[in-house]
């Protein structure tokens, strides 16, 4: 694989609507991290993995936030009953393991707008 | 908590002059520093680490722990530069990293 992978790439809902957003890492890559980046911002942390375990939730803004990684692999992030906050870049990034400066890799992100 | 600050929005340089761009940090123990660089269209990328102590395309950071600093330098700056650098600081053993709202930069000819 050439890198993280995110699709779609761009996303709009109607709000309410629920939507699934989807990161294939780099092959190999223990941990993953969810990010989400509202314009004009920084990347602002949401969620972590490492292989299927959700080790660090503590970013995920409310209870609609839900992410998974069953098989330590590919992860999806759902957002329920969108809202228009929760318009933004959804970035995900891999690393090959939790470890002292262990380089994350990013996706492009699926930007979602939220009408 | 952790927080990063990049004082900054926009900076802009000509060709050939030296660039700093400024970060600031708030961390109660022994942090990672990061910056990342994002070009027109293109995914965020590492630059550079301040454990490795290397620099990438001539840019250097050096972190300064009285200061709570890790401001990026280069001597002398090119038009490929012109990108949004992030900051962003990880604590150790922590996954999450906690990024600044980045500096566009743009070195004008």
């Known amino acids: 694989g050439a890198g993280v992978s995110q699709s779609p790439r761009y996303k709009v809902a109607k709000r309410g609507q629920d939507v699934a957003l989807r990161c294939d890492p780099i092959?190999?890559?223990?941990?993953l991290f969810w990010y989400q980046q509202a314009l004009g911002q920084g990347p602002e942390f949401l969620t972590y993995f490492q292989n299927e375990a959700q080790l660090d939730k503590s970013g995920l803004p409310s209870d609609r936030f839900f992410a998974e990684r069953p098989e330590g692999s590919v992860s999806t992030l759902k957002i329920q009953r969108t809202q228009q906050e929760d318009s933004a870049v959804y970035l995900c990034?891999?690393?090959?393991?939790?470890?002292?400066?262990?380089?994350?890799?990013f996706g492009q992100g699926t930007r979602l707008t939220v009408v | 908590a952790q927080r990063v600050t990049q004082p900054e929005k926009l900076l802009s340089v000509f060709k050939g002059a030296p660039v700093e761009l400024k970060c600031n940090y708030s961390?109660?123990?022994?942090?990672?520093l990061f910056w990342y660089v994002q070009y027109s269209r293109q995914r965020l990328q590492l630059l550079l680490r301040h454990i490795s102590r290397e620099s990438i395309k001539g840019f250097t950071a050096d972190l300064n722990k009285g200061e709570t600093s890790f401001h990026l330098k280069k001597p002398f700056a090119q038009e490929e530069d012109s990108a949004m650098y992030y900051c962003?600081?990880?604590?150790?053993?922590?996954?999450?990293?906690?990024f600044g709202d980045g500096t566009t930069l743009t070195v004008k000819p």
């Open positions: 962003a600081l990880k604590g150790m053993n922590a996954g999450k990293s906690t």
């Open positions: 961390y109660s123990g022994s942090p990672e």
């Open positions: 990034a891999s690393s090959l393991a939790q470890g002292v400066s262990t380089e994350a890799f």
């Open positions: 092959s190999g890559h223990v941990s």
